[in-house]
T-cell receptor, first 112, second 117 residues
Framework: GQQLNQSPQSMFIQEGEDVSMNCTSS?????WLWYKQDPGEGPVLLIA?????ELTSNGRLTAQFGITRKDSFLNISASIPSDVGIYFC????????????FGQGTTLQVKP | GAVVSQHPSWVICKSGTSVKIECRSL??????MFWYRQFPKQSLMLMAT?????????EQGVEKDKFLINHASLTLSTLTVTSAHPEDSSFYIC?????????????FGEGSRLTVL
């Protein structure tokens, strides 16, 4: 089946540093989504991308939909302690069933 | 923004009993809801697609008789874990999409943690 390869698996950074994570796939997606999940809670949508090449920002977060439609990255600038959590990329296939395929997640830890 | 709510947020039950988890869309009507399962330190795995007024569509390897899904109204889907066993212990999360939206943008509930003793 389709898979999303998300990297890195985990990151431990100093407060104030910038962070970058990415997802790649062998399949083409028509939508890329980035979610953050805190322990014991459901994922919260951070950014949604709908067009190849699209670059979208949400505060300190910036994400891009790759030109090939097979990849996406998420950048977090000037990290703060509350950025701690697990970040997931998710993609929707062109079949448009509404189902999402999730990456394995990137665990972010921020040292104050 | 959209709000999806689950209940209960956590439940502990004895092996062999059945447990029902509710998923509600609070400010929109959802013709389609999705149920995911997440084990510790792992990603979300889609279990089934819940369709209002019709049978749910299960992913390969998910037992439909074990995980009963009912989507009786446009704001409520339920997942019943029947004859639960310890290996069913997991974090169950539902999600929903507004009707008419083709973007695939899904909103997730808070999750329900099931522990089977």
């Amino acid at each position: 089946g389709q898979q999303l390869n998300q990297s890195p698996q985990s990151m431990f950074i100093q407060e104030g540093e910038d962070v970058s994570m990415n997802c790649t796939s062998s399949s083409i997606f028509n939508t890329w989504l980035w979610y953050k999940q805190d322990p014991g809670e459901g994922p919260v949508l951070l950014i949604a991308l709908y067009k190849a090449g699209e670059l979208t920002s949400n505060g300190r977060l910036t994400a891009q939909f790759g030109i090939t439609r097979k990849d996406s990255f998420l950048n977090i600038s000037a990290s703060i302690p509350s950025d701690v959590g697990i970040y997931f990329c998710a993609g929707q296939l062109p079949s448009n069933t509404g189902k999402l395929i999730f990456g394995q997640g990137t665990t972010l830890q921020v040292k104050p | 923004g959209a709000v999806v709510s689950q209940h209960p947020s956590w439940v502990i039950c004895k092996s062999g009993t059945s447990v029902k988890i509710e998923c509600r869309s609070l400010d929109f009507q959802a013709t389609t809801m999705f149920w995911y399962r997440q084990f510790p330190k792992q990603s979300l795995m889609l279990m089934a697609t819940s369709n209002e007024g019709s049978k749910a569509t299960y992913e390969q390897g998910v037992e439909k008789d074990k995980f009963l899904i009912n989507h009786a109204s446009l704001t409520l889907s339920t997942l019943t874990v029947t004859s639960a066993h310890p290996e069913d212990s997991s974090f169950y999360i539902c999600s929903a999409r507004r009707p008419g939206r083709d973007t695939g943008e899904l909103f997730f509930g808070e999750g329900s943690r099931l522990t089977v003793l």
